[in-house]
C-alpha cells in the first residue's frame, strides 16, 4: 500500500529565504506526483505536476523534482515570501491515468517578515 | 470558468440529522471525486465518479454514507445519521482525463461541525 510522508510538518523560514520541501513515498510505482498549496479556509490549488517518466517541473520561483527510485520529491521555493505562507501537500497518482490520489498530511510553512 | 463549487460552505447540525453536501464540477470534466479531511487522517478519498458512474466507493466510512451523481454538473454526498466524528472538511474535486496530464480542481470545501 503506497504511504505517502511529509517532513517537517511545520516549518518556519525568514522572508527571502531559499527553502525544500520534502515528500517520500514508499511504492514507485507511480503515475504522476503532484504538489498542492492550501491556505487556511480554502481548497487545494495545484502548483506543478510531474510526470513519472519527468525529473522536474518548474513554475516562476517553485521547481519541483521527482526521484522515483528514492521514493523522493522536493518543492524548492525561492525567495520566500511572506505570501507563500500555506500547507503544501504532495499527492501521487498509482494505476495509471485513471488511477487516484494519494495525500502526505502536508507541511505547514510559514514566511516571517 | 467558475470552478468547482461547493455548497454549504460551512454547517453545523446537531448529532442524528441527515447532512446533504453538493458539488457541481468543472463544466466538461468527467471525473468527480469526494475526499475528507481531518487533522489526524490528512485527506482521504472516499468515493470517485466517471462520467456519473461510481467507480470506487471503498473509501466510504459507513452505511452512513452515500454518494449520487445524477448528472454531470452535480453530485451530492449524505451523511445519515451524522455523528461528532464526522466532523471535517468535505472536498469535492473534478478533473478531465488527459488534460493537463490529469490535474485535478478542488472546490473550497464544506466545513462540517456535528454537536
Known amino acids: 500500500k503506497q504511504e505517502v510522508t511529509q517532513i517537517p510538518a511545520a516549518l518556519s523560514v525568514p522572508e527571502g529565504e531559499n527553502l525544500v520541501l520534502n515528500c517520500s513515498f514508499t511504492?514507485?510505482?507511480?503515475?504522476?506526483l503532484q504538489w498542492f498549496r492550501q491556505d487556511p479556509g480554502k481548497g487545494l490549488t495545484s502548483l506543478l505536476l510531474?510526470?513519472?517518466?519527468?525529473r522536474e517541473q518548474t513554475s516562476g520561483r517553485l521547481n519541483a523534482s521527482l526521484d522515483k527510485s528514492s521514493g523522493r520529491s522536493t518543492l524548492y521555493i525561492a525567495a520566500s515570501q511572506p505570501g507563500d505562507s500555506a500547507t503544501y501537500l504532495c499527492a501521487l497518482r498509482g494505476g495509471g491515468s485513471q488511477g487516484n490520489l494519494i495525500f502526505g498530511k502536508g507541511t505547514k510553512l510559514s514566511v516571517k517578515p | 470558468d467558475a470552478g468547482v463549487i461547493q455548497s454549504p460552505r460551512h454547517e453545523v447540525t446537531e448529532m442524528g440529522q441527515e447532512v446533504t453536501l453538493r458539488c457541481k464540477p468543472i463544466s466538461g470534466h468527467d471525473y468527480l471525486f469526494w475526499y475528507r479531511q481531518t487533522m489526524m487522517r490528512g485527506l482521504e478519498l472516499l468515493i470517485y465518479f466517471n462520467n456519473n458512474v461510481p467507480i470506487d466507493d471503498s473509501g466510504m466510512p459507513e452505511d452512513r454514507f452515500s454518494a449520487k451523481m445524477p448528472n454531470a454538473s452535480f453530485s451530492t454526498l449524505k451523511i445519515q445519521p451524522s455523528e461528532p466524528r464526522d466532523s471535517a472538511v468535505y472536498f469535492c474535486?473534478?478533473?478531465?482525463?488527459?488534460?493537463?496530464?490529469?490535474?485535478?480542481?478542488f472546490g473550497e470545501g464544506s466545513w462540517l461541525t456535528v454537536v
Open positions: 474535486a473534478s478533473r478531465l482525463l488527459g488534460e493537463a496530464g490529469n490535474t485535478i480542481y
Open positions: 511504492d514507485s510505482a507511480i503515475y504522476n
Open positions: 510531474i510526470q513519472s517518466s519527468q
